[in-house]
């Protein structure tokens, strides 16, 4: 028996979500998400009432093990974050391993996550790529970056829309203004963009205006 389902909630669309996952946080006896308020929003969409408790970041090490004995105990735990596939630049790594640990069966039900459109649309090889999730803001970021500039996959990033001008410029810098990439903001939601072109090109677009929503950055690897 599952004691935890990791269910993919959507990235901006809220008919994006299987009928599957609507089933098991109907069947679940507990619901735990990332914020209690945006996922109460999704659940009151699709008139699901069920408890729902909060487990980000910032509480995830200090709850872990209460929930674990539960599940011990016969609960069936559904896991959620605010959008997208938790455990992908969310909560969900620490919960899994525990429960792995603790000899509990983990499913994944698979669903959104903004990293997958994006590569995809971007036109730019997706038969291998590597994901780098959010860059470190400060510590390691030029380390990683020089590391990258050997990359010879495809590259997805995630970015805040505060930070994706001097990003895209540091991206110049290290990987060439040739290099050619791909930026898409707002998927699946009203606003969606993608730009497409060479850094310096994608660079000199967002420069452009004012950037807002949210962004995944997709990088072609190095060619020789
Ligand atoms: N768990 C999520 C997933 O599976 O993609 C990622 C969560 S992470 C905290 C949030 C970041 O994902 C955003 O800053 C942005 O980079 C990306 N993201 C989420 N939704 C997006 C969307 N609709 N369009 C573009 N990027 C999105």
Do not use: W
């Given at each position: 028996?599952?004691?935890?389902?990791?269910?993919?909630?959507?990235?901006g669309?809220?008919?994006?979500?299987?009928?599957?996952?609507?089933?098991?946080?109907?069947?679940?006896?507990?619901?735990?998400?990332?914020?209690?308020?945006?996922?109460?929003?999704?659940?009151?969409?699709?008139?699901?009432?069920?408890?729902?408790?909060?487990?980000?970041?910032?509480?995830?090490?200090?709850?872990?093990?209460?929930?674990?004995?539960?599940?011990?105990?016969?609960?069936?735990?559904?896991?959620?974050?605010?959008?997208?596939?938790?455990?992908?630049?969310?909560?969900?790594?620490?919960?899994?391993?525990?429960?792995?640990?603790?000899?509990?069966?983990?499913?994944?039900?698979?669903?959104?996550?903004?990293?997958?459109?994006?590569?995809?649309?971007?036109?730019?090889?997706?038969?291998?790529?590597?994901?780098?999730?959010?860059?470190?803001?400060?510590?390691?970021?030029?380390?990683?970056?020089?590391?990258?500039?050997?990359?010879?996959?495809?590259?997805?990033?995630?970015?805040?829309?505060?930070?994706?001008?001097?990003?895209?410029?540091?991206?110049?810098?290290?990987?060439?203004?040739?290099?050619?990439?791909?930026?898409s903001r707002e998927l699946t939601k009203m606003f969606e963009e993608t730009?497409?072109?060479?850094?310096?090109?994608?660079?000199?677009?967002?420069?452009?205006?004012?950037?807002?929503g949210?962004?995944?950055?997709?990088?072609?690897?190095?060619?020789?």
């Amino acid at each position: 028996k599952t004691s935890l389902f990791i269910v993919p909630t959507p990235i901006g669309n809220l008919a994006d979500i299987t009928l599957r996952a609507l089933d098991i946080l109907k069947s679940s006896d507990l619901i735990l998400a990332e914020d209690t308020r945006t996922s109460g929003f999704l659940l009151k969409h699709y008139s699901i009432s069920k408890p729902l408790q909060s487990f980000h970041n910032f509480n995830e090490h200090k709850v872990v093990n209460h929930y674990i004995e539960r599940m011990e105990k016969g609960e069936v735990m559904a896991l959620v974050s605010d959008a997208g596939t938790p455990g992908i630049s969310d909560p969900g790594f620490l919960i899994i391993r525990a429960c792995l640990q603790a000899g509990l069966k983990v499913e994944c039900l698979p669903g959104p996550t903004a990293f997958v459109p994006a590569l995809v649309k971007s036109g730019l090889p997706c038969d291998r790529f590597v994901f780098e999730g959010f860059l470190p803001v400060k510590k390691g970021r030029q380390t990683l970056l020089t590391a990258l500039a050997q990359e010879e996959r495809t590259m997805i990033f995630y970015e805040s829309p505060y930070r994706l001008v001097k990003t895209l410029e540091q991206f110049k810098t290290y990987f060439g203004a040739e290099r050619k990439a791909s930026v898409s903001r707002e998927l699946t939601k009203m606003f969606e963009e993608t730009f497409t072109g060479t850094l310096e090109e994608v660079l000199t677009h967002f420069q452009a205006k004012e950037v807002k929503g949210e962004i995944v950055m997709v990088v072609a690897g190095r060619e020789d």
